[in-house]
């Protein structure tokens, strides 16, 4: 059984660094094709691509977030970390971590975390 | 602004064909996926691989493309239907873009 799971503060300051932690359990980053994804929705808005690290420890991000975002793995204790620095209200999010499954030529989301809300307030 | 554009919102009455689009250069490049996403929940894999229905999806959900331009389709709407629906695909840089989102009203 898949499960993923995201973790880490729901309320940051302006300027601040954001952690956040996706545990997941099923299946292992170290096989290859497997990819984890972090994704955010704004409140009332849409989802947005910020982030992804494969099982090769390829890493992409979002161009228009790139130079505030880094993302890791530590495979041993399955958990892909994302953090963001300089956070701004605007960032006040649900942020969800997701699975993109191994199958070749195929970059669909297959298990969601359940998403965890950050705010960013003073 | 984003690369995958639907339209805001869609309404239908319960039986009735649902049709959501989703239009970008990508699509015509590669199929975009489809979610679900009811209130307060994480969103659920609808389709991939062109029209393949994920698991534990009724088959009234079904999808077609057309150039740079593709179709959710859902026959037979029901009020359980009700929920935001994204379209999602990969770009060549290896990065990856949702659409702006639908609404899906079942009046």
């Known amino acids: 059984q898949v499960t993923l799971r995201e973790s880490g503060p729901a309320l940051v300051k302006p300027t601040q660094t954001l952690k956040l932690t996706c545990t997941f359990s099923?299946?292992?980053?170290?096989?290859?094709?497997?990819?984890v994804s972090w994704i955010r929705q704004p409140p009332g808005k849409a989802l947005e691509w910020l982030a992804r690290?494969?099982?090769?420890?390829?890493?992409f991000y979002s161009m228009s977030l790139k130079t505030r975002l880094s993302i890791s793995k530590d495979t041993s204790i399955n958990q892909v970390v994302l953090t963001m620095t300089n956070m701004d209200p605007e960032d006040t999010a649900t942020y969800f971590c997701?699975?993109?499954?191994?199958?070749?030529?195929?970059?669909?989301?297959?298990?969601w975390g359940q998403g965890i809300l950050v705010a960013v307030s003073s | 602004s984003y690369d995958l554009t639907q339209p805001p919102s869609v309404s239908v009455s319960p039986g009735q064909t649902a049709r959501i689009t989703c239009s970008g250069d990508?699509?015509?490049?590669?199929?975009p996926y489809w979610y679900q996403q009811k209130p307060g929940q994480a969103p659920v894999l609808l389709l991939y691989?062109?029209?393949q229905r994920a698991s534990g999806i009724p088959d009234r959900f079904s999808a077609s493309s057309s150039g740079t331009k593709a179709t959710l389709t859902i026959s037979g709407v029901q009020a359980e239907d009700e929920a935001d629906y994204y379209c999602?695909?990969?770009?060549?840089?290896?990065?990856?873009?949702f659409g702006g989102g639908t609404k899906l009203t079942v009046l």
């Open positions: 997701a699975r993109e499954g191994p199958v070749p030529g195929l970059y669909y989301f297959d298990y």
């Open positions: 099923g299946f292992s980053l170290d096989t290859n094709g497997m990819r």
């Open positions: 690290i494969d099982w090769d420890d390829d890493k």
């Open positions: 990508t699509v015509a490049k590669q199929y």
């Open positions: 691989k062109d029209t």
């Open positions: 999602q695909s990969a770009d060549t840089s290896g990065t990856r873009v």
